[in-house]
């Protein structure tokens, strides 16, 4: 399902514009680089559909919104879906707020995602439009539950559906994926998910005629590079040290060596 989705990444070179969280945009602009895509991160509302008219594709991060942010996200969302480029979407704790939720829903309402990229709490909160506790790392559920959510999101909005946690499931309402790769310490790195939204923007960017194998593709790369990034840690090293390992990790990672280490199965 994967195959040369990594190959036809760096060759092709997709330029993705990331409208993202402050907390995490370095991390986002070094793992896009680290997997061979190129970043660009504006977020004016007066440039941000002419910034993405010359991208590959959108990635929209609720990590750290503003209205200003919103209207960016809003104008730059139109202008892909104008174009063709796919638009993916990270509702990043969009339970925590009144705020976040009626920006999602507005979001969701005028921009066609072409992938949603979310924890169970997260997706559960686009899904029933209501409030989750917990911080934006919450949201782990049994798998069975992780389907069923990441298929009624899918169903809802027409997107591909990444739904991360303890397992991952990858879904576009018909093909459903669980994905089994990844470490504990990935918890531990604030933007691990926020990288994996940009990784699925390099991927769709790249591949956009094969976004549910795009999404698939990212999800088993970031785990791998996470198995790999620990793998490599000295005894005395943390999670700063990990997060470096981990770019580093998707860096060097191939099509030939995601295809013999990632670990999924269809539902």
Not at 212 to 230: D, F, H, I, K
């Amino acid at each position: 399902m994967t195959r040369n989705i990594l190959q036809i990444n760096r060759e092709r070179r997709p330029l993705v514009h990331c409208i993202t969280n402050h907390v995490t945009s370095n991390d986002c602009a070094n793992l896009l680089l680290a997997c061979g895509a190129s970043p660009i991160m504006a977020e004016a509302p007066e440039e941000a559909a002419e910034i993405t008219a010359g991208c590959s594709s959108l990635v929209l991060n609720m990590g750290t919104p503003n209205t200003g942010k919103i209207e960016a996200m809003l104008r730059a969302g139109a202008e892909a879906n104008r174009l063709g480029h796919p638009v993916v979407f990270d509702p990043v704790g969009v339970g925590g707020s009144s705020f976040r939720r009626d920006a999602a829903q507005r979001l969701m309402q005028s921009v066609r995602m072409a992938v949603i990229r979310g924890n169970a709490g997260e997706i559960a909160a686009l899904v029933r439009h209501g409030a989750t506790s917990g911080g934006v790392d919450s949201g782990t559920v049994p798998v069975d539950e992780a389907v069923k959510l990441a298929g009624a999101c899918a169903g809802m909005s027409g997107a591909v559906v990444v739904l991360t946690g303890g397992t991952d499931v990858v879904t576009d309402g018909r093909n459903t994926f669980i994905c089994r790769n990844g470490h504990p310490m990935m918890k531990t790195v604030t933007g691990a998910g926020c990288m994996l939204s940009a990784l699925c923007g390099a991927y769709s960017g790249a591949c956009p005629d094969r976004l549910t194998e795009a999404a698939l593709a990212a999800v088993c790369a970031m785990g791998v590079c996470g198995e790999r990034a620990q793998a490599l840690l000295p005894p005395t090293a943390g999670n700063a040290s990990f997060r470096t390992s981990m770019i580093d990790a998707m860096f060097r990672l191939t099509d030939k060596e995601l295809a013999e280490e990632a670990r999924y199965e269809v539902f």
